[in-house]
């Protein structure tokens, strides 16, 4: 079946530091979404990305959908301590029957110290 | 608006022992998901509804069942708990595009 790998599994940032995210799909997909979890929280969304090489910008947050569409990353500029959380990417298996299911990829523990 | 809610929020179960967690969605989403979350397992989709009246497996769905009361309700249901079922589990609701999850429930198996 789809997997979805995520690197790094941890990252602990100096505030003010950037912070990057990759994702990589063993299949091409339809889509790829991000979710930020709070500690405690649940995931909430954060884009979407649908064409090959995508780029989209939400103020210090890059997101990337590779030219394959196998691969996406987030880039977070200058981190602050309210990025801490867990940073999910999550893909939609093209050519699959399933309308809008998602495999997660294991996430990012991002830390912020001040 | 609420969005998705999930009960009960917790719960401590004895090895053996069934329950019910329930999930509504008010956003008229078509699709409906459950899934668990263990430490370094990121994500895993139990069952999944693509509409009112289909329910499919997931990823993980042994020990699982669901039920789709209508285009609203999604519920899981464990007939035997075991302590691997120890978990946070996790509804969401999504139209076309971007889930919305609950705030989830924190299951215990003892």
């Known amino acids: 079946g789809q997997q979805v790998m995520q690197i790094p599994q941890y990252q602990h940032v100096q505030e003010g530091e950037d912070f990057t995210t990759y994702c990589n799909s063993s299949t091409t997909l339809s889509n790829i979404q991000w979710y930020k979890q709070r500690p405690g929280g649940h995931p909430v969304f954060l884009i979407q990305l649908v064409k090959s090489g995508e780029v989209k910008k939400q103020k210090r947050l890059t997101f990337q959908f590779g030219e394959a569409k196998k691969n996406s990353s987030l880039h977070i500029t200058a981190t602050q301590t309210t990025d801490v959380g867990t940073y999910f990417c999550?893909?939609?298996?093209?050519?699959?029957?399933?309308?809008?299911?998602?495999?997660f990829g294991q996430g990012t523990i991002l830390t912020v110290h001040p | 608006n609420a969005g998705v809610t999930q009960t009960p929020k917790f719960q401590v179960l004895k090895t053996g022992q069934s329950m019910t967690l329930q999930c509504a969605q008010d956003?008229?989403?078509?699709?409906m998901y459950w899934y668990r979350q263990d430490p370094g397992m990121g994500l895993r989709l139990i069952y999944y509804s693509a509409s009112e009246g289909t329910t499919d497996k997931g990823e993980v769905p042994n020990g699982y069942n669901v039920s789709r009361l209508n285009k609203r309700e999604f519920s899981l249901r464990l007939e035997s708990a075991a302590p691997s079922q120890t978990s946070v589990y996790f509804c969401?609701?999504?139209?076309?595009?971007?889930?919305?999850f609950g705030s989830g429930t924190r299951l215990t198996v003892v």
């Open positions: 969401a609701s999504s139209e076309r595009w971007g889930y919305t």
């Open positions: 999550a893909g939609g298996n093209a050519g699959g029957t399933s309308y809008g299911k998602l495999t």
């Open positions: 956003m008229n989403h078509n699709s």
